[in-house]
């Protein structure tokens, strides 16, 4: 049966067999094939029993309360009634009931755990002033590097071979615009390029091309002229010159010094020439992937084409933009057309195949530029037909060969948060990822390119570049050599330790803000973790100095924010696939920019294990009306307060979350002017968009009778009202209201603000916060859309917001005072940014939010309203990043 299996499953059909039998014998053979579906069965029912058991709690870790909350210190002493619910539901949700957790929980094995199991002896090299002028504590002084060709050429594909050229070559060679440099090895033909010129005439000749026609090839002037014109664009890195560029000084030599002879990993040589020799593009290919041919029986273009319209920038057109929460994606099930059902990429975490959450869903589409003011494209994949990238047991499993839907197919763009493995086989790096090129040398090769990828990713995240997945251009036919048992040994790596490496490299962070600085502390600490070996160390370090000592220039780091969370109150429950999607989305975009992401709201219990499996944060709120048991609809009345409260609560005593981040779903934020273009977030003071500061002591005359009076009230014990200046004395906030020129906003006179202050200021608990006269101070009104509250001040702030919470007062009635209470209590400090909104008929459109951000005269903190749902996904897109 198994024979038989194999027959069906794999287009080579009996030689398969014949050879596998005749290399290990029938006996072992059927013995590995056994072991391999035992091992096949084992992951998949510890996969789906862990899966199951996530979901199965999915719902309740989030959705956990608090009852019967107290805060001590002086005034304190009341116990809450209503179900106070973040705190149990943040410590719950930590990394434990997440649904696509990249590392399985099992209950026996020894399965790779994320432990420190050794520590680095050695020195860092990149020192931070070197990362940032390009120097670095080689050891030996640095010189230039001699060029082996004197013409720089933009586009290269790199290859490393000990094989004879193929056609596939061949095509490269063609291809226009584009040069190549082999690297041989010691194993490589000694008339290797004899061959490749036999193989391109037969080419040319098959096709009709004239020899003289170059077709845009690049023709490398630093070669001699009785080269053959068939070679123009070739550059064959002889074992000699390989040689002579290991003694260069410098770490520049150090580093093709310690690559090894006959490995795959040689090609890291072939990366330097490329960069050194002025590539802006790298393709990087191996021996098996042929690049299609057009109509006319030429290599089809692997970089899109630029027009005068896009001034020469290069653009991918209609790209899927993918939302989803987790941190894994599964780019296989997105490309249109796949012949095969629920196949997975060669490093893709096997615990994770039948998730569904990983394969995320389209949130629109558009054109993508390779670069912009905040994002560049890094690396572009080409999944490839016929035989395509994928691990032992998937070929077991799947049948081949398989191809993919070209014609109408999109490329597909990964999010920034999470995680697709990338191989070396057909892919192009653009200049923004030319550092991230580097393979380790001390895994197996079937192991290398996938922890490249995944290492580069961790720090692409923090520097604006982008990973897409491009449609077939690509294909693979399978190398006679390959052995299934010794590339299934040679992936146990990918097996066994791929969802843990991506949970290490999700929550990894570091001090250092340069590339160079993140990038050899990041191969150290996985050295430390057991993911490579020491000389991998050595390794990323002789290349950083090498990149710097030809004057490489990194790419800026952009950051994102790990000292502060940021929470989304949704006001109200989606009521539709589509809405829910939104809050999916909301997550996402601000995981572009801040590492802690939660929502909050009204969300029904299927709504939180949905948002749970896509490894977002919930916060439910959606029986608040037991408590308040009123009439009307919870909207973002109270609960937002309440949310935020026990969220600062929950990472009051973090060593990492310094402040929370509160914000609607329709408040859109500058975070540059947010944070003064800083880094990390200025955690310091209190930032909102408060018009009004109640006890600013450089108050002029003219400011309390017009603004003081308006804004601000006095409120004693027994509930009758004065003004800010003392000037005029009403019985209740309703008289004053219609005697006094507040503020006019109707709601001031509800009995969910003005009448719920009142019964503040007759409160006990309300003592420490009265003036010398026994009056509460309080605000009218604000817009309470954002704000940001330093941790520092989480237990003076949830005292205050408790006893608005038990008198059951508005948040914008609330806010202000509360500040304002915080600001006494604990010596807290404002800061003040300006908000951009709008009461005309343009309320929540883009043009709104056009006038505030073409306003040259002052620069907003916050835009609102402007919701997801409003004019779609793109278009807030667009609005947020034209914000920054």
Same mark, same amino acid.
């Given at each position: 049966?198994?024979?038989?299996?194999?027959?069906?499953?794999?287009?080579?059909?009996?030689?398969?067999?014949?050879?596998?039998?005749?290399?290990?014998?029938?006996?072992?053979?059927?013995?590995?094939?056994?072991? *391999?579906?035992?091992?096949?069965?084992?992951?998949?029912?510890?996969?789906?029993?862990?899966?199951?058991?996530?979901?199965?709690?999915?719902?309740?870790?989030?959705?956990?309360?608090?009852?019967?909350?107290?805060?001590?210190?002086?005034?304190?002493?009341?116990?809450?009634?209503? @179900?106070?619910?973040?705190?149990?539901?943040?410590?719950?949700?930590?990394?434990?009931? =997440?649904?696509?957790?990249?590392?399985?929980?099992?209950?026996?094995?020894?399965?790779?755990?994320?432990?420190?199991?050794?520590?680095?002896?050695?020195?860092?090299? *990149?020192?931070?002033?070197?990362?940032?002028?390009?120097?670095?504590?080689?050891?030996?002084?640095?010189?230039?590097?001699?060029?082996?060709?004197?013409?720089?050429?933009?586009?290269?594909?790199?290859?490393?071979?000990?094989?004879?050229?193929?056609?596939?070559?061949?095509?490269?060679?063609?291809?226009?615009?584009?040069?190549? *440099?082999?690297?041989?090895?010691?194993?490589?033909?000694?008339?290797?390029?004899?061959?490749?010129?036999?193989?391109?005439?037969?080419?040319?000749?098959?096709?009709?091309?004239?020899?003289?026609?170059?077709?845009?090839?690049?023709?490398?002037?630093?070669?001699?002229?009785? /080269?053959?014109?068939?070679?123009?664009?070739?550059?064959?890195?002889?074992?000699?010159?390989?040689?002579?560029?290991?003694?260069?000084?410098?770490?520049?030599?150090?580093?093709?010094?310690?690559?090894?002879?006959?490995?795959?990993?040689?090609?890291?040589?072939?990366?330097?020439?490329?960069?050194?020799?002025?590539?802006?593009?790298?393709?990087?290919?191996? /021996?098996?992937?042929?690049?299609?041919?057009?109509?006319?029986?030429?290599?089809?273009?692997?970089?899109?084409?630029?027009?005068?319209?896009?001034?020469? #920038?290069?653009?991918?057109?209609?790209?899927?933009?993918?939302?989803?929460?987790?941190?894994?994606?599964?780019?296989?099930?997105?490309?249109?057309?796949?012949?095969?059902?629920?196949?997975?990429?060669?490093?893709?975490?096997?615990?994770?195949?039948?998730?569904?959450?990983?394969?995320?869903?389209?949130?629109?589409?558009?054109?993508?530029?390779?670069?912009?003011?905040?994002?560049?494209?890094?690396?572009?994949?080409?999944?490839?037909?016929?035989?395509?990238?994928?691990?032992?047991?998937?070929?077991?499993?799947?049948?081949?060969?398989?191809?993919?839907?070209?014609?109408?197919?999109?490329?597909?763009?990964?999010?920034?948060?999470?995680?697709?493995?990338?191989?070396?086989?057909?892919?192009?790096?653009?200049?923004?990822?030319?550092?991230?090129?580097?393979?380790?040398?001390?895994?197996?090769?079937?192991?290398?390119?996938?922890?490249?990828?995944?290492?580069?990713?961790?720090?692409?995240?923090?520097?604006?570049?982008?990973?897409?997945?491009?449609?077939?251009?690509?294909?693979? $036919?399978?190398?006679?050599?390959?052995?299934?048992?010794?590339?299934?040994?040679?992936?146990?790596?990918?097996?066994?330790?791929?969802?843990?490496?991506?949970?290490?490299?999700? #929550? &990894?962070?570091?001090?250092?803000?340069?590339?160079? $600085?993140?990038? !050899?502390?990041?191969?150290?600490?996985?050295?430390?973790?057991?993911?490579?070996?020491?000389?991998?160390?050595?390794?990323?370090? %002789?290349?950083?100095? %090498?990149?710097?000592?030809?004057?490489?220039?990194?790419?800026?780091?952009?950051?994102?924010?790990?000292?502060?969370?940021?929470?989304?109150?949704?006001?109200?429950?989606?009521?539709?696939?589509?809405?829910?999607?939104?809050?999916?989305?909301?997550?996402? @975009?601000?995981? $572009?920019?801040?590492?802690?992401?939660?929502?909050?709201?009204?969300?029904?219990?299927?709504?939180?294990?949905?948002?749970?499996?896509?490894?977002?944060? %919930?916060?439910?709120?959606?029986?608040?009306?037991?408590?308040?048991?009123?009439?009307?609809?919870?909207?973002?009345?109270?609960?937002?307060? !309440?949310?935020?409260?026990?969220?600062?609560?929950?990472?009051?005593?973090?060593?990492?979350?310094?402040?929370?981040?509160?914000?609607?779903?329709?408040?859109?934020?500058?975070?540059?002017?947010?944070?003064?273009?800083?880094?990390?977030?200025?955690?310091?003071?209190?930032?909102?968009?408060?018009?009004?500061?109640?006890?600013?002591?450089?108050?002029?005359?003219?400011?309390?009778?017009?603004? +003081?009076?308006?804004?601000?009230?006095?409120?004693?014990?027994?509930?009758?009202?004065?003004?800010?200046?003392?000037?005029?004395?009403?019985?209740?906030?309703?008289?004053?209201?219609?005697?006094?020129?507040?503020?006019?906003?109707?709601?001031?006179?509800?009995?969910?603000?003005?009448?719920?202050?009142?019964?503040?200021?007759?409160?006990?608990?309300?003592?420490?916060?009265?003036?010398? =006269?026994?009056?509460?101070?309080?605000?009218?009104?604000?817009?309470?859309?954002?704000?940001?509250?330093?941790?520092?001040?989480?237990?003076?702030?949830?005292?205050? +917001?408790?006893?608005?919470?038990?008198?059951?007062?508005?948040?914008?009635?609330?806010?202000?005072?509360?500040?304002?209470?915080?600001?006494?209590? +604990?010596?807290?400090?404002?800061?003040?940014?300006?908000?951009?909104?709008? &009461?005309?008929?343009?309320?929540?459109?883009?043009?709104?939010?056009?006038?505030?951000?073409? =306003?040259?005269?002052?620069?907003?903190?916050?835009?609102?309203?402007?919701?997801?749902?409003?004019?779609?996904?793109?278009?807030?897109?667009?609005?947020?990043?034209?914000?920054?």
């Amino acid at each position: 049966n198994d024979l038989f299996f194999f027959e069906q499953m794999h287009y080579g059909k009996m030689r398969l067999i014949n050879r596998t039998i005749s290399q290990l014998g029938i006996l072992s053979f059927l013995a590995s094939v056994i072991v *391999v579906n035992i091992l096949i069965i084992k992951v998949l029912v510890d996969q789906d029993s862990s899966f199951e058991n996530k979901n199965s709690s999915a719902g309740k870790g989030i959705t956990s309360r608090i009852r019967n909350h107290k805060i001590g210190g002086p005034g304190a002493g009341f116990q809450l009634a209503y @179900k106070s619910k973040i705190k149990d539901q943040l410590k719950i949700r930590q990394h434990k009931n =997440d649904a696509t957790s990249a590392t399985p929980k099992v209950s026996e094995g020894s399965a790779f755990q994320n432990m420190k199991i050794r520590k680095f002896q050695g020195q860092k090299k *990149v020192e931070s002033s070197g990362a940032k002028s390009n120097k670095i504590d080689s050891g030996s002084e640095t010189n230039n590097v001699v060029l082996s060709i004197t013409n720089h050429c933009k586009r290269w594909a790199v290859i490393t071979t000990i094989l004879y050229p193929t056609e596939v070559i061949a095509r490269v060679t063609d291809m226009p615009s584009w040069c190549l *440099v082999i690297v041989p090895d010691e194993k490589t033909p000694n008339d290797y390029m004899e061959k490749l010129e036999n193989l391109q005439r037969e080419r040319r000749h098959q096709q009709k091309y004239e020899d003289n026609d170059s077709r845009g090839r690049v023709i490398l002037t630093g070669k001699k002229k009785k /080269d053959n014109a068939l070679q123009q664009n070739v550059y064959f890195f002889s074992l000699e010159k390989q040689r002579q560029w290991s003694q260069e000084k410098g770490p520049f030599g150090s580093f093709v010094a310690s690559i090894r002879w006959n490995y795959f990993c040689r090609k890291n040589i072939g990366y330097l020439f490329a960069i050194l020799h002025g590539a802006e593009f790298i393709f990087d290919f191996d /021996d098996h992937n042929y690049v299609k041919l057009d109509d006319k029986g030429r290599p089809l273009n692997i970089l899109p084409f630029s027009n005068k319209k896009q001034n020469g #920038k290069l653009k991918l057109k209609d790209v899927n933009i993918i939302m989803q929460g987790s941190n894994a994606f599964n780019p296989h099930p997105f490309m249109m057309g796949a012949s095969i059902d629920e196949s997975w990429a060669r490093g893709f975490p096997l615990e994770l195949v039948q998730n569904n959450y990983t394969q995320g869903q389209v949130a629109y589409q558009r054109d993508v530029p390779f670069e912009t003011n905040s994002k560049k494209i890094g690396v572009i994949q080409f999944l490839a037909d016929g035989n395509p990238d994928i691990d032992t047991i998937h070929r077991l499993l799947k049948p081949l060969p398989t191809t993919l839907e070209f014609t109408n197919a999109k490329s597909v763009l990964v999010p920034t948060h999470s995680y697709a493995p990338y191989n070396a086989q057909a892919t192009i790096h653009t200049t923004h990822a030319l550092w991230a090129t580097l393979l380790p040398i001390t895994v197996p090769k079937r192991v290398s390119d996938i922890w490249r990828s995944y290492f580069a990713q961790c720090i692409f995240a923090d520097a604006g570049i982008q990973l897409i997945f491009s449609p077939s251009k690509i294909f693979q $036919e399978q190398s006679i050599h390959s052995n299934y048992l010794e590339d299934f040994n040679a992936e146990q790596d990918l097996y066994n330790k791929s969802g843990a490496l991506i949970d290490f490299l999700s #929550k &990894w962070d570091s001090e250092y803000t340069t590339i160079p $600085e993140r990038m !050899e502390q990041l191969w150290i600490d996985l050295y430390e973790y057991g993911y490579i070996e020491l000389e991998d160390v050595y390794s990323v370090q %002789a290349w950083l100095g %090498a990149l710097i000592q030809i004057g490489y220039n990194f790419p800026a780091m952009k950051p994102r924010f790990r000292n502060v969370a940021i929470m989304g109150q949704f006001n109200y429950a989606p009521d539709s696939s589509s809405a829910i999607n939104d809050v999916i989305f909301w997550a996402q @975009k601000n995981l $572009e920019r801040f590492h802690k992401v939660i929502v909050a709201g009204p969300f029904s219990a299927e709504q939180v294990q949905l948002l749970n499996a896509n490894s977002i944060e %919930a916060i439910s709120n959606h029986n608040d009306t037991e408590f308040y048991s009123d009439n009307i609809t919870e909207a973002g009345y109270y609960t937002p307060l !309440e949310n935020l409260k026990n969220t600062l609560l929950f990472f009051k005593d973090s060593e990492t979350i310094e402040g929370v981040l509160y914000a609607h779903d329709d408040a859109i934020m500058n975070i540059t002017e947010l944070t003064n273009g800083k880094y990390p977030f200025p955690s310091e003071k209190f930032i909102s968009d408060r018009f009004f500061h109640m006890r600013k002591k450089t108050l002029s005359v003219k400011e309390k009778r017009t603004y +003081a009076n308006i804004f601000t009230y006095r409120i004693f014990p027994d509930g009758h009202v004065e003004n800010f200046l003392k000037g005029r004395s009403f019985s209740s906030i309703i008289e004053m209201y219609h005697n006094q020129p507040l503020a006019q906003w109707s709601h001031t006179i509800d009995r969910y603000c003005g009448p719920g202050q009142t019964e503040l200021a007759k409160d006990p608990d309300s003592a420490i916060y009265r003036e010398e =006269d026994g009056s509460i101070l309080f605000s009218s009104f604000l817009q309470s859309d954002a704000l940001f509250v330093p941790t520092k001040y989480a237990e003076e702030f949830a005292r205050a +917001a408790e006893l608005h919470l038990k008198h059951r007062i508005w948040i914008e009635c609330s806010m202000n005072t509360i500040m304002d209470m915080v600001e006494r209590q +604990a010596n807290a400090k404002h800061r003040s940014v300006m908000l951009c909104t709008d &009461w005309t008929s343009e309320r929540g459109t883009y043009a709104a939010v056009e006038k505030c951000w073409k =306003d040259d005269n002052i620069t907003y903190g916050f835009i609102h309203p402007y919701k997801i749902g409003k004019e779609g996904r793109m278009r807030y897109d667009e609005v947020y990043e034209m914000l920054q």
